[in-house]
Structures are given as C-alpha cells and as structure tokens.
C-alpha cells in the first residue's frame, strides 16, 4: 500500500511562487511516474506536469517554463515548483504516483492565487 501525503498550498500574490511536496510511502517510489494534477470546481482534474522515473519531465501547456516537477528518490519526495502563478493557476493540486496497474493519490493541497 502507498500513501502519498501533498503539502505547500497557500494563498499568494499573482506572480508569486509555490513550492508544492508529495511524500510517498513505500519502496515502489522509485519506478513509478509521479504526476501533479489541479483541478477546480465542477471542472475535471487535469495534468499539469509529470516526472518518470528516469526524470524525463512533461507539462502542459499552460505552465511551461513556469512550473518545475522534481523528485527526490533517495527521500521518495516529489515537488512541484510554481513561479510567476497567475489566478487562473487557483486550484486544488493533487499528486499521483503510477507504476503499472497501481494508481494512487494524495489528498490535495489548496492553492489560490489572488491579490
């Protein structure tokens, strides 16, 4: 069993920064893809960046060259680095590990952006 637990949310300023972190329980950590997900009221969770295992990085579109996923395999943490937020960045972020058939999710940390 793997539990993920996010932390970092908060509110900030528009052009502020926030540093979001998953810790993961378990050794499957270290080959699993860890993503970070957002999402908003009655909209569906979408991804905004991901990580593999060999730390190959990928995010969407919206985000690039603002946000930076990273992991830390040695302590089985994950971060999301979040520069330059704007208030369409406001959402609940939830971290997820995959690794095969396996699917698991953190609890979600709360970010809002606003002045």
């Known amino acids: 069993q793997v539990q993920l637990v996010d932390s970092g949310g908060g509110l900030v300023q528009p052009g502020g920064s926030l540093r979001l972190s998953c810790a993961a329980s378990?050794?499957?950590?270290?080959?699993?893809?860890m993503n970070w997900y957002r999402q908003v009221p009655g909209k569906q969770r979408d991804l905004v960046a991901t990580i593999t295992d060999g730390g190959s990085t990928n995010y969407a579109d919206s985000v690039k060259g603002r946000f930076t996923i990273s992991r830390d395999n040695a302590k089985n943490m994950a971060y999301l680095q979040m520069n330059s937020l704007k208030p369409e960045d406001t959402a609940l972020y939830y971290c997820n590990l995959r690794a095969g058939v396996m699917d698991y999710w953190g609890q979600g940390t709360q970010v809002t952006v606003s002045s």
């Open positions: 378990g050794s499957i950590f270290r080959i699993a893809r």
